[in-house]
C-alpha cells in the first residue's frame, strides 16, 4: 500500500518560516491535502489539492508538490500554529485514503 | 452550518459489537460521499471506511474488512459505522468526516468518539 512519510516534529520561533514534508513514491502526480489538528480536537483542512487555502486559513500557510516531495509552509509562525500536521492522499490503485504519519510543530 | 455530530463510543470487551452514529446537518447529506476516520490514543490519523452517496460503493482499510460495515440512511441524514469482532487495536477516537468529492479530501469532521475495547 502507499506510504507517506512525514518527519516526527518541527520546531520555529515565532516570526520564522516553518516547512513540512510529506515523502511519498511519486507524490508529485497525486493531489495532496494537509490537515492541522490541535489537541482534543478534530482535524482541520489547511491545505487542499496541494497548494489551494480554503476559507479563513491565513495566506501564510502555502503548499506545494513535486516528483517524491510535498511541502506545506507555515511563514510567519504564531503560537496558535502549534499542533500536529497530517498530510493525506487517495491511492488509487488500493482504493484507500492514505494519511502521513504527522509531524508535531512546536513554535518555541 | 454544517455540523457532524458522532455518538455511540464506549467501553467494550474483546469480541464484542459497537455501532456509531454520525448524526449530519447544515449540509445535502445524500449527495455527499462520507468517510469514518479513526486515531489510536497518542497516534496518527487512520482512514477507516468510505461510503458513496447512495451506499452502492463502499471502501474499507484492510484491517477492518469482514468486521466492519459502513452504511448510511439518506433519509435520516445519518451515517453509520457498525463494527463487530472488536479488537483492543480498535480502541480510538472515531470521527466521521464528509469528503469534498469522490476519492477527495475531508472537509467537515465531527467532533469524535471514543471507542475503548479492553477487558
Request: proline share 4%; hydrophobic share 35%; charged share 20%.
Amino acid at each position: 500500500s502507499y506510504v507517506l512519510t512525514q518527519p516526527p516534529s518541527v520546531s520555529a520561533a515565532p516570526g520564522e518560516t516553518a516547512i513540512i514534508t510529506c515523502g511519498g513514491n511519486r507524490i508529485g502526480s497525486k493531489s495532496v491535502h494537509w490537515y492541522q489538528q490541535t489537541p482534543g480536537q478534530a482535524p482541520v483542512v489547511v491545505i487542499s489539492y496541494d497548494k489551494d487555502r480554503p476559507s479563513g486559513i491565513p495566506e501564510r500557510f502555502s503548499g506545494s508538490n513535486s516528483d517524491n516531495t510535498a511541502t506545506l509552509t507555515i511563514s510567519r509562525v504564531e503560537a496558535g500554529d502549534e499542533a500536529d500536521y497530517y498530510c493525506q492522499v487517495w491511492d488509487d490503485n488500493s482504493q484507500y485514503a492514505v494519511f502521513g504519519g504527522g509531524t508535531q510543530l512546536t513554535v518555541l | 452550518e454544517v455540523e457532524l455530530v458522532v455518538s455511540g463510543g464506549g467501553l467494550v470487551q474483546p469480541g464484542e459489537s459497537l455501532r456509531l452514529s454520525c448524526a449530519a446537518s447544515g449540509f445535502t447529506f445524500s449527495t455527499s460521499w462520507m468517510t469514518w476516520v479513526r486515531q489510536a490514543p497518542g497516534k496518527g490519523l487512520e482512514w477507516v471506511a468510505t461510503i458513496k452517496q447512495d451506499g452502492t460503493e463502499k471502501y474499507y482499510v484492510d484491517s477492518v474488512k469482514g468486521r466492519f460495515s459502513v452504511s448510511r440512511d439518506n433519509a435520516r441524514n445519518s451515517l453509520y459505522l457498525q463494527m463487530n469482532s472488536l479488537r483492543a487495536e480498535d480502541t480510538a477516537v472515531y470521527y466521521c468526516a464528509r469528503d469534498r468529492s469522490r476519492f477527495d479530501y475531508f472537509d467537515f469532521w465531527g467532533q469524535g468518539s471514543l471507542v475503548t475495547v479492553s477487558s
